[in-house]
């Protein structure tokens, strides 16, 4: 069975404070993703990865699949950020088989000014 | 590009009622993917389709969930006689190509709040 585990579950900082979040999964994957969920709204896609690193932004999303761990970084935060940030895994599979994505439970994000 | 849609954004329903929810992908976009998510947790996978073709639908429940899509028209789910613990935000999402690709990430609708009274 696939686990998706985040940490933290909740955090809570203060404007401009350099962020963390982590995601670890038990399974060999084909592809990482992050999302973002704010309240009441839809979900936004911010980074497929399935090596290395991307960044878009002051958004910055790392991946070691040797260790199979994921960080999601926020560089000068902003209560704009707050928000839930979400990861999901595309779990590797042989010939056919679900095509779904395996979802953290999210980290809850607030941002003070 | 409208992204893609799902309608209604909010529904109400009294228990033992019908729910159908749609979900339009986006242009070009062949391949729809429905989760639900329950209060408090995470997303969960419930079934993917293909044009005219249900695929994997590992994640639906045995009774009263369906899913459709067909040739022309947005894709359905329909959840039948409805009960208290079927309120849930459903989100659909669409990808171009099979998620097998590495290349194609999915886009998300703004999901459909689904509240049974």
């Known amino acids: 069975k696939n686990e998706v585990e985040q940490s933290p579950q909740n955090l809570t900082a203060q404007e401009g404070e350099f962020i963390t979040i982590n995601c670890s999964y038990s399974v060999g994957i084909s592809a990482l993703h992050w999302l973002q969920q704010h309240p009441g709204g839809g979900i936004v896609s911010l980074f497929m990865l399935s090596s290395g690193k991307k960044k878009h932004g002051r958004l910055i999303a790392t991946i070691n699949i040797q260790e199979k761990h994921s960080s999601l970084h926020i560089t000068a935060s902003h209560p704009r950020d707050s928000a839930v940030y979400i990861c999901?895994?595309?779990?590797?599979?042989?010939?056919?088989?679900?095509?779904?994505?395996?979802f953290g439970k999210g980290t809850h994000l607030i941002i003070q000014p | 590009n409208a992204g893609v849609m799902q309608n209604p954004r909010h529904l109400v329903r009294r228990r033992g009622q019908e729910a159908r929810l749609r979900c339009s992908p986006m242009k070009g976009h062949s391949h729809v993917y429905w989760y639900r998510q329950l209060p408090e947790e995470g997303l969960k996978f419930m079934v993917y389709?293909?044009?005219?073709?249900?695929?994997?639908e590992s994640g639906m429940p045995k009774e009263r969930f369906s899913a459709e899509f067909p040739k022309e028209g947005p894709s359905i789910l329909r959840i039948q006689q409805v009960v208290r613990g079927d309120s849930a935000a459903y989100f659909c999402?669409?990808?171009?190509?099979?998620?097998?690709?590495?290349?194609?990430?999915?886009?998300f609708g703004s999901g459909t709040r689904l509240t049974v009274v």
């Open positions: 999901a895994v595309r779990a590797m599979y042989s010939g056919g088989g679900a095509d779904g994505l395996t």
């Open positions: 389709l293909q044009k005219e073709n249900i695929i994997d």
């Open positions: 999402a669409s990808s171009p190509l099979s998620g097998a690709t590495l290349y194609y990430g999915y886009t």
